[in-house]
């Protein structure tokens, strides 16, 4: 017993001296002291406790103590049956006068039986698991009463426990729920690692973002989309973002989109498309932009192969590093800013009609439509006459995705020598001649009448 003593109280030292190094585990100090002072009251009730056994009032009444005290609420009706057969009654049936009792309720007989029988004859000592049943019961505040303590000792001990009920629940109630608000604080503050997928991805933040925004759900045809912004901005700027843009499901991660771990944050790997925009947020510089905006196209290629990436860049010479980390669409700032000019000097009408063909609020715009499969095989006039006439729109081009040549397709399907030795050799070459298996994006602009819409 010593030795578990012992042990038990350098236990309660180092426990103590590593919450001292850690302050801020506060209500996880206090729940493990009060756990492990219920664990010390329960075995300190296990010498205090009575638990009463089945009352059989007809086998146990022949064996009814002497000194038999009898209940205040029996003794007046005792005292009127003791005067009527002349015999002496002082609350106490010191010779067990059958006289008086043979004519007493079943209720009365139980309660002259638990009065004495039970409470002085029957005592029983309960086990450590039920003394910390008990404790358990006591602590949460449920209180069943199939236990209860009958020795003054027991019942300051039940004191004690009652006490820490009240702290426990307290502390237990507020941690969990600073658990759940940290967590909501997290998200809000974009430090949360969010776990969702197929989610449009927005790396940065300028002048242009909040149009982007506007586009999504029309260029999507739908409002159900889910939006993660990386970048730097305050909080309240993006709680500002997330009211004004009700429609889309917005998410934030705060951090530099050139870092894997940011990105990784946004769980990018998993991300329907991505979309890297000229950064300004976090007082970043717009001659800086271009080399973050290519820094971030190299990371999410390695990180996320599969996904769709658009990228921003404010000079055209900075295209090619784009290029070379298989950026799937590049934008350069200002780039058609001549063209819609020189025509608004020389050709009037032509940047209005292309700003409204570019805008979703304008009336006509620009859609893509799957072609429907009966046209499979038909000349592109027969598909031009049909957008005309049911759809009431007209047909520019064909959009397509094709694959490149791959040497697979060129080599037989037989694993002859000969084919296994060409691949040998394409396999040491560093430069790919074939290409991958990515397919790339293949756009026709008024083909003509004749051309034959192929299965794509």
């Known amino acids: 017993m010593n030795k578990i003593w012992h042990g038990f109280r ?19 100090k206090v729940i493990l002291l009060i756990i492990t002072a219920v664990f010390l009251i329960a075995v300190g009730e296990t010498y205090f406790f009575y638990t009463p056994p089945p009352v ?37 049936m010191s010779d067990l006068d059958r006289e008086l009792l043979e004519d007493l309720s079943d209720n009365d007989l139980y309660q002259v039986a638990i009065n004495g029988l039970y409470k002085k004859s029957q005592k029983k000592e309960i086990s450590l698991g039920e003394s910390l049943w008990w404790a358990i019961v006591t602590l949460t505040t449920v209180g069943y009463g199939d236990y209860s303590p009958e020795d003054s000792s027991g019942r300051f001990l039940a004191v004690i426990l009652m006490g820490f009920g009240i702290v426990f629940t307290s502390v237990l109630s507020g941690t969990i729920a600073s658990i759940f608000v940290e967590r909501k604080l997290r998200e809000g503050r974009g430090m949360k690692e969010l776990i969702i997928h197929d989610h449009i991805v927005i790396c940065g933040w300028n002048d242009t973002a909040e149009n982007l925004l ?36 917005i998410k934030f991660v705060r951090g530099d989109f050139t870092r894997e771990e ?10 329907k498309s991505t979309i890297i925009l000229a950064d300004l947020s976090g007082g970043h510089a717009l001659v800086d932009a271009d080399q973050r905006t290519i820094i971030a ?51 009037p009408g032509i940047p209005s009609m292309i700003m409204e063909l570019l805008s979703f609020t304008l009336g006509n715009t620009i859609i893509k439509s799957r072609i429907p499969s009966d046209y499979v095989g038909k000349q592109f006039i027969e598909l031009s006459e049909y957008y005309r006439i049911k759809r009431k729109s007209i047909l520019i081009g064909i959009l397509s995705e094709e694959k490149d040549i791959t040497l697979d397709d060129i080599l037989s399907d037989e694993s002859g020598g000969i084919d296994q030795f060409i691949k040998m050799k394409f396999s040491e070459v560093e430069n790919d001649y074939f290409g991958d298996d990515k397919p790339q994006i293949n756009v026709k602009i008024n083909p003509g009448d004749n051309y034959i819409i192929q299965d794509i």
């Open 56 to 92: 059989d009032v007809s086998e146990r009444l022949d064996h009814l103590p002497t000194d038999l005290r009898v209940p205040k609420s029996i003794q007046g009706k005792l005292r009127y049956r003791a005067k009527q057969k002349k015999l002496s009654f002082h609350g106490i």
């Open 214 to 249: 506007k586009s999504l759900p029309l260029a999507g045809g739908s409002s159900n989309l889910t939006v993660v912004l990386v970048n730097e901005l305050d909080g309240d700027i993006v709680s500002d973002v997330k009211l004004r843009f009700k429609d889309l499901d």
């Open 10 to 28: 350098k236990y309660l030292s180092n426990l103590s001296f590593r919450f001292k190094r850690k302050t801020e585990d506060f209500p996880l």
């Open 297 to 347: 196209a190299f990371a999410i290629k390695n990180m996320a192969g599969d996904t769709k990436v658009a990228a921003e860049l404010n000079k055209k010479e900075n295209e090619e590093h784009l290029k070379r980390a298989s950026v799937d669409d590049i934008l350069i700032y200002g780039q058609f800013g001549g063209f819609l000019l020189s025509h608004a000097a020389l050709s």
């Open 262 to 271: 940011v990105l990784r944050r946004a769980n990018i790997h998993k991300s």
